[in-house]
């Protein structure tokens, strides 16, 4: 009695780990692409840069929600901005693949995005952005890589 009370106990706990989400973008690690710093008023607007969509972390399952798409474990890139003015913030994607946006903010919050853009490409834009570091991640709805032009915009989303 006691053995089958101990197996169905581990099954139990099995089970619950097995089903629980988590998540598995490090929004603490090294941005593959690089990073900047912009404060309201930046110039060029927009600021662009390219990068590689995609990855192998299937957010729908490690985000839940709206999140869809497939990421890298790091951010693709680190945005820290600097709010001072009304101006919204966009963040935006543009590719000829179908891409996907995720942002960790400044608040914690995770943001997500498939084809709020042009097209299929998403956008992610902050009305009252705070200031802090934005991380980034642009993925590919389906499981494979692409080129990408991340923009960032005052003005607005592309």
Do not use: H
Request: charged share 15%.
């Amino acid at each position: 009695m006691f053995k089958s009370t101990l197996i169905l106990g581990a099954a139990a706990i099995a089970i619950g780990f097995a089903t629980a989400p988590s998540i598995a973008q490090d929004w603490t690690a090294d941005p593959t692409y690089g990073s900047t710093n912009l404060q309201t008023g930046f110039r060029p607007d927009p600021y662009q840069f390219n990068l590689t969509a995609g990855g192998s972390i299937d957010v729908s399952q490690s985000l839940g929600g709206s999140c869809a798409g497939f990421v890298a474990d790091a951010p693709d890139f680190d945005l820290y901005f600097e709010a001072g003015s009304s101006l919204p913030l966009a963040i935006s994607v543009a590719a000829n693949a179908d891409t996907t946006l995720v942002i960790n903010g400044p608040d914690g919050r995770w943001y997500c995005d498939d084809d709020s853009g042009d097209g299929l490409n998403p956008s992610i834009v902050f009305n009252n952005p705070e200031s802090g570091l934005y991380d980034i991640w642009v993925g590919t709805y389906g499981n494979t890589m692409a080129p990408a032009t991340l923009s960032v915009s005052e003005l607005t989303s592309y």
